[in-house]
């Protein structure tokens, strides 16, 4: 059985940092990109970064310089590394998997929050 | 950047209605898009990716169309199970969302 398991959220004062992992089971994590995904309460789904299974990496405008993924394949983990945090960064974030170039996001974890509040 | 655009909204429909949900791009993206379900305090669930192909599990009342900029999802005879909000996503060029479709009982 596929799983996502996000872990490292909580509350962090503006300026902060977080880690956000994410441990996936049940498929060959080093065959798919994975994604970041956050929603803020009440509001719509927000791509925030993935990495490829080349270990490429992307970013949201908002949090480029400030957001890190990475993975380790050999631990079947997924992380962010959050930096200066802001207000607007509050949400739940989901991390996801794609196989690759044409397909949609299939599985996702069920999220952890991160609430930025001073 | 590529924007994507849903409507309507909201959407307010019986059991038994057949639904039809549209997003636009701001530039073509080919048929590079997929459509999500999400209900409160759920993660999204996908369920048609390259437009129109439908995820393996989904019910076969859910189909995609569209390509370029212009694309729709249609729910044939809406169930009590599809009440939710449903997100375009394109992925030709990095990852958009649509801001949403709320499908209310009527």
């Known amino acids: 059985e596929v799983q996502l398991v996000e872990s490292g959220g909580g509350l962090v004062q503006p300026g902060g940092s977080l880690r956000l992992s994410c441990a996936a089971s049940g498929f060959t994590f080093s065959n798919y990109d994975m994604h970041w995904v956050r929603q803020g309460t009440g509001k719509g789904l927000e791509w925030v970064s993935a990495i490829v299974t080349a270990g490429d990496t992307y970013y949201l405008d908002s949090v480029k310089g400030r957001f890190t993924v990475s993975r380790e394949n050999a631990k079947n983990s997924l992380y962010l590394q959050m930096n200066n945090l802001r207000a607007g960064d509050t949400a739940v974030y989901y991390c996801?998997?794609?196989?690759?170039?044409?397909?949609?996001?299939?599985?996702w974890g069920q999220g952890t929050l991160v609430t930025v509040s001073s | 950047d590529i924007q994507m655009t849903q409507s309507p909204s909201t959407l307010s429909a019986s059991v038994g209605d057949r639904v039809t949900i549209t997003c636009r791009a701001s530039q073509s993206i080919n048929s590079w898009l997929a459509w999500y379900q999400q209900k409160p305090g759920k993660a999204p669930k996908l369920l048609i990716y390259?437009?129109?192909t439908l995820e393996s599990g989904v019910p076969s009342r859910f189909s995609g169309s569209g390509s370029g900029t212009e694309f729709t999802l249609t729910i044939s005879s809406l169930q009590p199970d599809d009440f939710a909000t449903y997100y375009c996503?394109?992925?030709?060029?990095?990852?958009?969302f649509g801001q949403g479709t709320k499908v209310e009982i009527k």
């Open positions: 996801t998997r794609r196989l690759g170039y044409g397909y949609g996001f299939d599985y």
């Open positions: 996503q394109q992925y030709n060029t990095y990852w958009t």
């Open positions: 390259k437009a129109s």
